[in-house]
C-alpha cells in the first residue's frame, strides 16, 4: 500500500504562483513514478505532469509546459509542483498519483497506469 497526501493548494490572482507537495508512505519512494492531475468543475480529470522514478524524465501537459515544473526529493518521499504564471483555466482539484509499473526511465499521461491516488487539493485562481 502507498498513502499519498497532497498540500498546499489555495487561492491566487492570475499571474501568481503556487507549489504543491505530495508526500508519499508505505514502499519505496524510489521504485514508483510520480504524476499529477488535475479535475476542473464539469470537466474529466486531466494529465499535468509525471516523472520518473529519480527524476531523470519529465512529462508536460501542453497547457502547463513552461509554466509547471515537476520534481521529487527521494530522501524526502515528496514530490512537488511548482506552478507558475497561473491562469483561471488552472483552477481544479489537483491529484497526485504512484505508479508502480510503469518503468524505471519512463512517464505515463494515462490515469489507469497509477496504481495510487491521494484525496486532492484545490487550487482556485481568480482572475
Known amino acids: 500500500q502507498v498513502q499519498l497526501v497532497e498540500s498546499g493548494g489555495g487561492l491566487v490572482q492570475a499571474g501568481g504562483s503556487l507549489r504543491l507537495s505530495c508526500a508519499a508512505s508505505g514502499r519505496t519512494f524510489s521504485t514508483y513514478t510520480m504524476g499529477w492531475f488535475r479535475r476542473a468543475p464539469g470537466k474529466e480529470r486531466e494529465f499535468v505532469a509525471a516523472i520518473s522514478r529519480i527524476g531523470a524524465n519529465t512529462d508536460y501537459a501542453d497547457s502547463v509546459n513552461g509554466r509547471f515544473t515537476i520534481s521529487r526529493d527521494n530522501a524526502k518521499n515528496t514530490v512537488y509542483l511548482q506552478m507558475n504564471s497561473l491562469k483561471p483555466e488552472d483552477t481544479a482539484v489537483y491529484f497526485c498519483?504512484?505508479?508502480?509499473?510503469?518503468?524505471?526511465?519512463?512517464?505515463?499521461?494515462?490515469?489507469?497506469?497509477?496504481?495510487?491516488w491521494g484525496q486532492g487539493t484545490q487550487v482556485t485562481v481568480s482572475s
Open positions: 498519483a504512484a505508479g508502480l509499473y510503469i518503468g524505471t526511465y519512463r512517464t505515463s499521461t494515462i490515469p489507469s497506469q497509477y496504481n495510487y
